[in-house]
Structures are given as structure tokens and as C-alpha cells.
């Protein structure tokens, strides 16, 4: 009756490498910092479609587990990143170089 | 038929928004296209019988995540749009190497290797998945990971409350 498990982790991928490409093409620490809530949400989706598959509730629970730990290190990820702009006046990443030459 | 339609339109709205988050100049409208794109996972979710995380994310990842993603990008004032970077070959290998890690999944995930065991009922996958049994789960056999990630979070609030304070105490 569902859709077989491939194309939810077809989608789960595509959606993964999108974000792959935005951490490594952005150059905007809030924007890097969005790709890799983006990977984490493919990887709940696979994660949710293989408990769909298998009837097993534990994927559900380790998708509670990664929406927590992504909650924490988004709260930290900010905190670190207003740091920075105290002091730097900047969020782009390539000017936030303290080894110069 | 129905489900087909429904998960080709929410894939669909998730990757244009996932696509527009990656494009735009400003961060306001990046998050603004990653909230589109957590609601159309957050249906995924729903139509893959998993109302309870599907509820869950738009409350926790849209409602709290993502607000706290606006504050900040509205206290750091980033309304400036940067201009347009020119491309060099660093950015041009960057996007070859992504095509090249999806172009890999995909190959795997079409492979239908015989490692992955039977798939159940598609009923029992859905009472399986109810909030009763994941309260029960997770309450039972998952409770001292439970602790934990509240022990997690205790320690993330402080931290973050730390780092951006203005004399580091």
C-alpha cells in the first residue's frame, strides 16, 4: 500500500547531498549551519521510512533522539556564532581566518 | 495511486525548498525556504504513519529551531546581501564531488542487496508506531537515553547562555 522503501531513501539522499553542497559552497555561517540541519533531517526521513518498513518503533525513538541533539547543537552552534560576530563584525567564513598568511 | 501522489508532492516541495535554501543571497529567506521544506518532511513523516514524529518536528524543529535560527539572524541585523562570488574551480569540484556521493547512494540504494530483512504489514507497521508504544519504549527499554539527552540539553542551555554573554564567566 506505501510507497516502496526505495524512493523515500532516494529522497532521504538527495535531500542529504543538498546539504552536503551547502555546507561546502556557502560561505554564510548561518546558511552552513542550515545544510547541516538539512542533513539531518534526510537522515531522520530514511531512518523513519525504515521503521515504516520493519514495524520496529526504535527508529522512531532514535529520530526523537536526533531532533534533541540537533535542538542542543543549533542552541550552541548560535551562541558560538554571536560570539564570534562580538568580535569580528562577520559571519562569512572565509574572513574568519586567524592564521594569517 | 493516492499515496503515490501525495509523497511526489511533498518530495517535490522538499527538494525545491532545500534548492531554494541553497540559493538565495539573503539568510532570511534561506530559513524561511528550509521552514517550507520542514513542513513538507513533516507530511512525509504523516503519510509514513508516523504522526508523532511528524508532530514533533513541526513543533520542535519549525516552532523552536527554526525560531531560534530567525532571532538570531534578526539580532546579528545580516540584511546585507552579499554580491555574486565568482566561480572558481574550487566551488566547480565542490558541486562534481556532490554529484558524484549522490550519484553513489542512489547506485546503492538501487542494488536491492538481500541483507535487509521481511518487510511487515503495513497495519502492523502502523500500530507498531503509535505514541502509546513509543511513550512505552521509550519510557522502558530507552530510559536511561532518555536521562540522558536531558542531561544533554541541561548542559547545552548553559553553554549557550555562556558563549553569548558579553563577559565570558
Redesign the interface.
Known sequence: MHLALNWYLSLSAVLFVIGVLGVLLRRNAIVIFLSIELMLNAANLALVAFSQTFGDVDGQILVFFVMSVAAAEAAVGLAIIIALFRNKETVNVSEINLFRG | ML??FL?FLF?VV??VG??G??IVRS?VS??LW?IM??FA?AC??I????E??GV??VL??AG??MV??LF??M??N?DSM?RM?QLDWR?VA??V???V??AE??AV??L?LDV??E????S???E??SAN??GL??LTE?AF?LEM?GV??L???I???M??K?KFV
Open positions: 499515496e503515490t509523497f518530495a522538499a527538494v532545500a534548492l535554501m541553497l539568510p534561506s530559513a528550509m521544506t520542514l518532511i512525509l513523516y503519510t509514513l504513519d508516523a508523532f514524529i514533533v518536528q520542535i524543529y523552536a529551531i531560534l535560527f538570531v539572524i539580532l546579528l545580516l552579499p562570488e566551488k565542490a558541486f564531488l556532490g554529484i556521493v549522490l547512494l542512489l540504494i538501487s536491492r535487509l530483512p518487510a511487515v504489514a503495513s502492523e507497521a502502523a507498531a508506531a508504544n513509543i519504549a521509550l530507552h537515553s539527552i544533554l540539553l548542559a547545552a542551555t553553554g549557550a547562555v558563549l553569548a558579553k
